[in-house]
Nanobody
Framework: VQLQASGGGLVQAGGSLRLSCVLSGRTFLYAMGWFRQAPGKERERVAD????????DHADFVKGRFTISRDKAKNTVYLQMNSLTPEDTAVYYC???????????WGQGTLVTVSS
């Protein structure tokens, strides 16, 4: 299983970015998720989605701003991020696994930097 994340970059506060994560090598995992790790902080879950049903769950600190989605035909999971703040600066990782609480496969991370 390979997960390839992309879409990070530098954006001003209030701006938007869309992250993508392409799944290859195995075209089904029960759940996919996005996590992030800011400098000096622990990794935290941002959002997750069930692959078949598309059931989503977002962390409270991104509700109303970020949206996770998936395109099954493209084996891709997205994270649409709006109204970004400097506090969203982090390396964002996509992950997949057999449940929404167990992620066994991780992508390489993509850096999101939000300037004030």
């Amino acid at each position: 299983v390979q997960l390839q994340a992309s879409g990070g970059g530098l954006v001003q506060a209030g701006g938007s970015l869309r992250l993508s994560c392409v799944l290859s090598g195995r075209t089904f995992l029960y759940a996919m998720g996005w996590f992030r790790q800011a400098p000096g902080k622990e990794r935290e879950r941002v959002a997750d989605i069930t692959w078949n049903g598309g059931v989503t769950d977002h962390a409270d600190f991104v509700k109303g701003r970020f949206t996770i989605s998936r395109d099954k035909a493209k084996n891709t999971v997205y994270l649409q991020m709006n109204s970004l703040t400097p506090e969203d600066t982090a390396v964002y990782y996509c992950a997949g696994g057999p449940s929404t609480v167990q992620f066994n496969y991780w992508g390489q991370g993509t850096l999101v930097t939000v300037s004030s």
